[in-house]
């Protein structure tokens, strides 16, 4: 049944791409780009193959669940799990198709695998966030306290009037399109809120018990962090999972790594989430426009 299911959803596929006209981006190449939203049902990493349950993709080919091939970074496979709600672009090239640009709310509706592998010296100890926790846009943030670089206390609150950017990573992390990204579009960020003379900089270790206040202190001095507006936070396991929760933000241990959700939100000046993006496909100008969006109201 499942075989029959992939053959005709596959036709269904090569019989609308000479069909369909609306709302296509024909590349050089001749694909079509088509934005496809679903539930990932299953994934097989070794194929590099998830099945997803898709919404109806408007003047193209009707909601199914069907298995599509992944073109992404090779680790997207590893973080997607049955349950995640996701947002990607599909691709169709004459008879090929696949996904890209997959991006998940946060694994939403993912437990944490419980086969999973603790990174040395945690087993037994590591915390994950509680999911479908995180809030939405224009609900206030629960206020929390975790301690900064500096090893002072910093509280959400405590930053009412400016706008913050709020984001997660951990320093040991190895995958350079994740944290060390990231970290390289915040200082982008901090220079721009420099010049601007506004706005904060959080950013939330996943890693807690490796990314003491010390650990957090030199990873800011080799990018050129100043406290004064970008923190570098750690705290207890169970309060940084508690500020990942509300942020929709999940992790786990895996194989020595901590695989996580990647996010940057925007908290207003009166502790509402202005906007979060999920994924790393956002620019330093993005964050910048929703700042100053926030920041006048």
Not at 17 to 30: F, I, N, S
Not at 194 to 219: N, R
Request: positive net charge; contains cysteine.
């Amino acid at each position: 049944m499942k075989r029959t299911r992939l053959f005709l959803a596959i036709a269904v596929l090569a019989a609308c791409v000479p069909a369909c006209r609306k709302g296509e981006t024909a590349q050089a190449e001749g694909a079509k780009r088509y934005t496809l939203k679903g539930v990932v049902r299953e994934v097989n990493e070794a194929r590099s193959e998830i099945t997803v349950e898709h919404e109806s993709i408007p003047d193209f080919m009707q909601g199914m669940t069907m298995a599509f091939p992944v073109r992404d970074d090779p680790q997207v496979t590893r973080l997607l799990r049955p349950g995640d709600k996701i947002e990607a672009t599909l691709v169709v090239e004459k008879e090929r198709y696949w996904l890209e640009k997959i991006l998940t709310r946060g694994f939403v509706g993912t437990p944490p695998p419980p086969a999973a592998t603790p990174p040395p010296g945690k087993e037994g100890s590591f915390v994950t966030p509680a999911p479908n926790r995180g809030v939405q846009p224009g609900d206030p943030i629960p206020d929390f306290t975790l301690t900064d670089q500096t090893g002072k206390p910093v509280r959400l609150s405590q930053m009412r009037g400016e706008p913050v950017a709020v984001t997660f990573l951990y320093t040991r992390c190895p995958i350079a399109t994740a944290c060390p990204m990231t970290t390289a579009k915040f200082s982008k960020l901090d220079a721009m809120l420099d010049e601007k003379k506004f706005g904060h900089l959080l950013a939330v270790t996943v890693d807690p018990e490796h990314d003491t206040p010390a650990v957090l202190a030199e990873y800011a001095r080799t990018v050129g962090a100043k406290p004064k507006r970008w923190q570098f936070l750690t705290g207890d396991p169970k309060a940084v999972a508690d500020v990942a929760s509300s942020f929709g933000v999940m992790y786990y241990p895996e194989k020595g790594q901590v695989v996580h959700a990647q996010a940057v939100a925007v908290v207003d000046p009166k502790g509402r989430l202005a906007t979060i993006y999920f994924g790393e496909h956002w620019e330093p100008e993005h964050i910048l426009r929703d700042l100053e969006k926030a920041k006048n109201g």
